[in-house]
């Protein structure tokens, strides 16, 4: 049986997602996705409590169109 789990998943842009969706949907590490929250690769989420943040379903479509044309554009 094949798990959803590893594999990327659709985006609703008018949701909002915590730090471990985020980090499926570009496959990437979770460690990986908050490092591009720091150090503006990302945005910084919305904190919505104490221990948790979240991010804009459109911002995450935006900003995976972002990255794919600037590795088009380096030839990648």
């Not at 590490?29 to 409590?49: E, F, N, P």
Request: glycine residues 10%; contains cysteine.
């Amino acid at each position: 049986m094949l798990d959803n789990v590893s594999h990327p998943q659709s985006i609703n842009p008018s949701a909002m997602y915590r730090a471990r969706d985020c980090a499926r949907f570009y496959s990437i590490g979770l460690s990986t996705w908050w490092h591009w929250a720091k150090t503006g690769k990302a945005k910084r989420g919305t904190k919505i409590g104490p221990k948790t943040t979240v991010w804009d379903g459109a911002y995450l479509l935006e900003l995976k169109q972002k990255l794919m044309t600037e590795t088009e554009s380096r030839g990648g």
